[in-house]
């Protein structure tokens, strides 16, 4: 957009003019020594605390102390169908059907749970194609996922890599890759925003591709829950699972959200494991039962689930129905084009941008690489009050948040980033 002004007047305006400024009056800002707020970027790693979240948490803690086991049944949300109180939300915020969405485990726990059913590999056709930058746990997982099968970790990964000198993925070169090896590729399974460039990828386009050829196609959207209309449903894609302690500000280690597309919700051909929370509702408590499965995302979990960190990803859900999602997306992408042009502005031989320039292919966060890798400037941004985080190899990550980031926030880091380049 041109039409940004680069003074502080100007991001008093947007802010004033922001119809989802209030929001950041219902989070926790964490401050520094002095109690003034810091310049908090790293929604991409943690999100803020709602503050309805103490409430909602009490609210089962008092239930439990009141009623004991009564509570499943008598708590004022009942534990024992609690999670059904997130599945509508959440199907909004990643653009599924309810029946396509759960929430249960934790994020890695779930992609392995996810690969038992859907990477059934063949001699022939055994191989799982991720992205050259995967974030190390899903890496960890699929290489797992094929020593489990028997077979060679090292010969089973096929890598869709950038081009020499570049950072982004490119299509073109998945299409290669498929060419070449599809009828050897079991299951796609990328990042659907990658956590170290911020690329969005266009879900839809790899699914079709990996769906041409055969392969099941899955995504990791740990970074893209909350942050970009992932709109799962319409993309095809087998299944995803994201995390909820990124942009959904469930609180550390919190639970996964799982999607797993409507045309496998009554499969019985489907392997999977299962538990007493797998098996139909009406009469999992006879507990004699033969095994009777769940349809749907539900038909997955295994366990009764931790209420408590659910009562979080409750109260969370609640603040971005209010917000609404569309108004969230939407200022996304104006507070981030501003922060690239505030960066831009800077024109800095130190720095440069290597997040993808076009809003339909990042979320909120710039990946800013740095020059020589010197870390030395993300330890002096965090001294001068900006939490941001430094990823290995050169790049810092800054991710402002709609919910809870200002206009005044980017324009501030900015300034003090423009300081420590000209000290
Ligand atoms: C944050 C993140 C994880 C973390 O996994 P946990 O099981 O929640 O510890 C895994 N994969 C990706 C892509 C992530 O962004």
Request: proline share 5%; charged share 25%; glycine share 6%.
């Amino acid at each position: 957009m041109s039409n940004f002004k680069p003074d502080r007047s100007f991001a008093i305006e947007l802010d004033r003019n922001d119809p989802l400024a209030k929001y950041r009056n219902e989070f926790h800002i964490p401050k520094d020594a002095k109690g003034n707020d810091l310049i908090y970027l790293c929604g991409n790693s943690l999100g803020l605390q709602p503050k309805i979240t103490k409430d909602a948490i009490a609210q089962e803690l008092n239930d439990w102390a009141n009623l004991g086991v009564e509570g499943h049944l008598e708590a004022k949300n009942p534990w024992l169908p609690y999670h059904e109180f997130l599945t509508e939300g959440m199907a909004k915020i990643v653009g599924a059907k309810p029946i396509e969405v759960v929430v249960m485990n934790t994020l890695t726990a779930n992609l392995h749970f996810m690969m038992v059913s859907f990477y059934r590999p063949t001699k022939k056709r055994y191989k799982i194609l991720i992205e050259s930058d995967a974030f190390p746990s899903d890496k960890f997982a699929v290489e797992s996922q094929l020593r489990h099968h028997g077979f060679n970790q090292h010969e089973g990964i096929i890598l869709w890599k950038p081009r020499e000198d570049e950072e982004l993925l490119r299509y073109e070169d998945l299409e290669d890759i498929m060419k070449e090896h599809g009828d050897e590729i079991a299951l796609i399974m990328i990042g659907g925003v990658n956590y170290y460039t911020g690329q969005y990828f266009d879900l839809e386009r790899i699914t079709k591709l990996g769906h041409n050829y055969g392969a099941v196609v899955g995504f990791d959207c740990a970074h893209g829950a909350g942050n970009v209309p992932l709109n799962l449903h319409k993309t095809g894609a087998d299944f995803a699972v994201w995390c909820t302690y990124k942009y959904m500000n469930s609180g550390p280690g919190s639970l996964s959200g799982c999607f797993v597309h409507e045309r496998h919700a009554y499969s019985k051909n489907l392997n999977r494991f299962t538990g007493w929370w797998s098996h139909n509702k009406e009469t999992r408590f006879n507990m004699r039962d033969e095994f009777d499965q769940l349809p749907g995302a539900e038909g997955w979990q295994l366990s009764n689930p931790p209420i408590l960190s659910m009562a979080a990803i409750k109260a969370s859900i609640d603040v971005f129905m209010e917000a609404g999602v569309e108004r969230l997306f939407k200022k996304s992408i104006i507070l981030t084009e501003y922060f690239e042009y505030l960066l831009h502005n800077l024109d800095h031989k130190k720095i440069s941008i290597i997040t993808p320039q076009n809003p339909s292919e990042r979320g909120c966060q710039l990946s800013i690489q740095v020059k020589n890798a010197d870390k030395n400037l993300h330890d002096k941004l965090t001294k001068s009050g900006v939490i941001s985080d430094w990823r290995e190899p050169d790049v810092i990550r800054c991710a402002p948040v709609p919910l809870y980031n200002s206009f005044q926030d980017v324009y501030h880091m900015v300034e003090k980033l423009k300081m420590i380049l000209h000290a």
